[in-house]
């Protein structure tokens, strides 16, 4: 089992940048493929980015595509999501979750663990 703790949200104007991180303990950190999602008010939790166990492998919804990067660091038990030119729209409470399966998915089921969130606020 793992425990996921993202961290990195706040509030940022319109094409400001954040870096939230998801740090992870328990089992392996590099056992898992990982994703971040994304959930606005009134809205169902949306697809982010997913990285490979190793990160050879990542995968973008086509809202974030050029702006933000997905990287981990596996000696340090870390998932990233850099965000850059960030518009009113990336307002949402961001989720990490991990799989225990090596490759990337975009589909919020195949994700077991998932953590608290964290909350990005982006002003026009």
């Known amino acids: 089992q793992v425990q996921l703790v993202e961290s990195g949200g706040g509030l940022v104007q319109a094409g400001g940048s954040l870096r939230l991180s998801c740090a992870a303990s328990?089992?392996?950190?590099?056992?898992?493929?990982m994703g971040w999602f994304r959930q606005a008010p009134g809205k169902e939790r949306e697809f982010v980015a997913t990285?490979?166990?190793?990160?050879?492998?990542?995968k973008y919804a086509d809202s974030v595509k050029g702006r933000f990067t997905i990287s981990r660091d596996n000696a340090k038990n870390t998932l990233y999501l850099q965000m850059n030119s960030l518009k009113p729209e990336d307002t949402a409470v961001y989720y990490c979750a991990a799989r225990t399966q090596a490759f990337v998915s975009d589909s919020e089921g195949r994700y077991e663990y998932w953590g608290q969130g964290t909350q990005v606020t982006v002003s026009s």
């Open positions: 990285i490979s166990r190793i990160g050879g492998s990542t």
């Open positions: 328990g089992r392996t950190f590099s056992s898992y493929a």
